[in-house]
């Protein structure tokens, strides 16, 4: 059965500090995608990235980057130099055919000034 | 353009009785999903809307849910009668092409429902 694990539900850390956000997924497809999306207060669910299971490139986009391991199954994501504006609920996910996503929990991220 | 967007953004209603939340996708957009999170838990899939056909909709929890989608455009979920266990953010997502999971999908920002 497919299913994305975020262990951390909560993480606080003080502006400028680095904070990695973990995503551990179980898939038997050959052939998936996974997510990032982020929710800020405001509530809708933003997309961040989306990679495919062929492609194991490391990512950085800004202040974010992306840290895709098939070894590990893990797709963990990077924060550097957090802003509170970064506050939010990030939530990890993976593809079924068709469009379905399976969502981890969630982590709620809190930066403070 | 305007996004996913979902009505009403909060509803509180007493176990019993009827809900039913709106959304209207991204115009162009075939494809209207539906999701639903629990408290603290995990966003999850209820159904898969492709035009007016119900492609999939093995995550409706049970036959209190009806979800339609008339004419392929906005789609209604409705609850009826309402438990507590309904209570969450249910969200409403589309995409424009049709079939596999590459294709990034717009998320609206939730209708939170309280069922007391």
């Known amino acids: 059965a497919q299913k994305v694990t975020q262990a951390q539900t909560e993480i606080s850390v003080v502006e400028k500090e680095d904070v990695t956000l973990d995503c551990v997924y179980e898939t038997r497809d050959t052939t998936y995608y996974l997510f990032w999306y982020k929710q800020p207060p405001s509530g809708e669910l933003v997309f961040l990235i989306r990679r495919n299971s062929f492609d194991e490139q490391n990512e950085i986009s800004g202040r974010y980057s992306w840290n895709f391991q098939k070894s590990t199954s893990s797709f963990n994501f990077t924060i550097t130099a957090s802003q509170v504006v970064d506050s939010a609920v990030y939530f990890c996910a993976l593809s079924e055919e068709g469009g379905k996503l399976i969502f981890g929990q969630g982590t709620e991220l809190s930066v403070k000034p | 353009e305007a996004g996913v967007t979902q009505f009403p953004s909060h509803s509180v209603i007493e176990k019993g009785q009827t809900v039913t939340l709106r959304c209207d996708p991204i115009?162009?957009?075939?494809?209207l999903y539906w999701y639903r999170r629990v408290m603290g838990k995990e966003i999850k899939f209820l159904l898969h809307f492709v035009k007016e056909s119900k492609q999939d909709e093995s995550g409706m929890p049970n036959n209190r849910f009806l979800a339609e989608r008339t004419g392929g455009t906005y789609s209604t979920l409705k609850v009826q009668p309402a438990e507590l266990e309904d209570s969450g953010v249910y969200f409403c997502?589309?995409?424009?092409?049709?079939?596999?999971?590459?294709?990034?999908?717009?998320f609206g920002s939730g209708t939170q429902l309280s069922v007391l």
């Open positions: 997502a589309s995409s424009q092409v049709e079939g596999w999971a590459d294709e990034k999908l717009f």
């Open positions: 115009s162009g957009h075939d494809n």
